[in-house]
């Protein structure tokens, strides 16, 4: 069964701080991944994805992600954390293939941007 | 092009009543996902449908059903409402499957029983 575990429940930065957001996943192979962005009473935004080929990936917001198969992670970072950037963030794994059709999710990081 | 609509966006209903919620996907969009989100659980799957077939289930009781329609519309009932239903109720819809591609997901329906 797959599997997403984020570790940082809740990350504070300062504006223009450096960011990196952990994710680990548990999968036989290597699956699909995703980091998705949620703002308070939104639904969910993807920021980037990895499907396969080069193991950093840019996405949306400024925002990048490397897949280390080594070490079962991709870890989401961004060079500097504007204010607009605090919001709930999520790693989610897909199935290669997409055979069983669903996203497991990660327990979710809340990021907090101070001034 | 319009995005992922969600009907509606808040409901308040009562124990033991029953509730049907819906989604509308994007143009062209065939897979519709259900996912279930409290502050305790995190995003959790409940069903996915394409062309109007359920091709996955998650661990939900009973209570818990969906269907698509040929429109890909979709909706998804819960009956007998329990105190624990309270959550987000969020849908993706993508192009052949959340897991493989692009998952644009609506605002939600925020249900809460009392």
């Known amino acids: 069964a797959q599997s997403v575990t984020q570790p940082d429940i809740h990350i504070t930065v300062s504006e223009g701080a450096s960011l990196e957001l952990r994710c680990n996943y548990s999968?036989?192979?290597?699956?699909?991944l995703f980091w998705y962005v949620q703002s308070p009473g939104q639904g969910l935004q993807l920021l980037l994805k990895?499907?396969?080929?080069?193991?950093l990936v840019q996405g949306i917001k400024g925002f990048e992600a490397e897949f280390k198969r080594s070490q079962s992670s991709f870890n989401l970072r961004k060079p500097s954390v504007h204010w607009s950037d605090a919001a709930e963030y999520f790693c989610?794994?897909?199935?290669?293939?997409?055979?069983?059709?669903?996203?497991?999710f990660g327990k979710g990081t809340l990021l907090t941007v101070n001034p | 092009k319009a995005g992922v609509t969600q009907t509606p966006r808040y409901l308040i209903k009562t124990r033991g009543q029953q509730v049907t919620l819906s989604c509308s996907p994007i143009?062209?969009?065939?897979?519709v996902s259900w996912y279930q989100q409290t502050p305790g659980q995190g995003l959790q799957f409940l069903f996915e449908?394409?062309?109007?077939?359920?091709?996955n289930k998650g661990n939900f009781p009973g209570r818990f059903s969906g269907r698509q329609f040929s429109n890909s519309r979709s909706e998804m009932n819960v009956s007998t409402l329990e105190l624990g239903d309270s959550a987000l109720y969020l849908c993706?819809?993508?192009?052949?499957?959340?897991?493989?591609?692009?998952?644009?997901f609506g605002q939600g329906t925020r249900l809460t029983v009392v």
């Open positions: 993706a819809s993508s192009l052949v499957a959340v897991s493989s591609t692009e998952a644009f």
């Open positions: 999968y036989g192979a290597t699956p699909y």
């Open positions: 990895y499907f396969s080929g080069d193991t």
């Open positions: 989610a794994v897909g199935a290669r293939g997409g055979s069983n059709y669903k996203l497991t």
């Open positions: 143009s062209g969009h065939r897979s």
């Open positions: 449908y394409f062309s109007e077939t359920q091709r």
